[in-house]
């Protein structure tokens, strides 16, 4: 059906606790990633999954880390949350480079995290 | 530093006017470039996008130049709408280990007067 979901919509966290974001896809594609939006900063990205098992950090990875153990399913996990890690959180995937539709990020709704 | 940027924070444009979004970028590496349209509260979809061996590709009522001597790509929108109406994000990037790594602008915020 060609979606990306992502868990949950809406977070509030104190600082100091543990968050995971979750996201799936039913696309079968090879890379996901992890990007962050705060006004006046456009989306930066924080880590890009080739695939199972092979993460790479994007612009802005500290204070984060991911998971990616099924090609379908790849998560942000903030350890000790600080409240300017308060921001709405997208994750996207897209196929492989070279193939069709190159370059096309596919992008879920999007998590609000609160960090108080 | 920002490696792709959108200087223009807001644009307002009376309909049936053209829209022109523009967006820099600092890494002569780039050889995709692509602009977004975010709705509030939405999530970003590719509205067009081009590789750095063609300078303008067309699709309906949106045209992209791309300037890659002067590392600037547009986005023009003719006819423009109020439903066009939303947040413009450009992004350039390039192949990394076999994946798409795309830098994304800040953002252009596109009001149609009516």
């Known amino acids: 059906d060609m979606k990306v979901t992502q868990m949950p919509r809406y977070l509030i966290k104190r600082m100091g606790e543990n968050v995971l974001l979750e996201c799936g896809q039913d696309m079968s594609h090879e890379t996901m990633y992890w990007y962050r939006q705060d006004p006046g900063l456009g989306l930066q990205l924080i880590y890009i999954s080739y695939d199972v098992d092979s993460n790479s950090e994007g612009d802005i990875p500290k204070g984060y880390r991911v998971s990616r153990k099924k090609r379908e399913h790849f998560s942000l996990i903030l350890d000790s949350a600080k409240t300017n890690q308060t921001s709405v959180y997208f994750c996207a995937s897209s196929l492989s480079w070279g193939g069709p539709n190159t370059g096309q990020l596919y992008f879920g709704e999007g998590s609000k995290l609160t960090v108080l | 530093g920002q490696q792709v940027k959108q200087s223009s924070p807001s644009l307002t444009v009376q309909e049936g006017g053209i829209s022109i979004l523009n967006c820099d970028y600092e890494?002569?590496?780039?050889?995709?470039f692509a602009w977004y349209k975010k709705y509030p509260d939405n999530s970003p979809t590719l509205l067009i996008s081009v590789r750095s061996n063609v300078d303008k590709r067309e699709d309906g009522r949106l045209t992209v130049f791309l300037n890659k001597s002067g590392k600037h790509f547009s986005l023009h929108i003719t006819a423009s709408q109020p439903e066009d109406t939303a947040v413009y994000l450009c992004?350039?990037?390039?192949?990394?280990?076999?994946?798409?790594?795309?830098?994304f602008g800040e953002g252009t915020k596109l009001t149609v007067s009516s």
């Open positions: 890494n002569d590496m780039f050889d995709y």
């Open positions: 992004a350039a990037g390039a192949n990394q280990g076999g994946s798409a790594k795309l830098i």
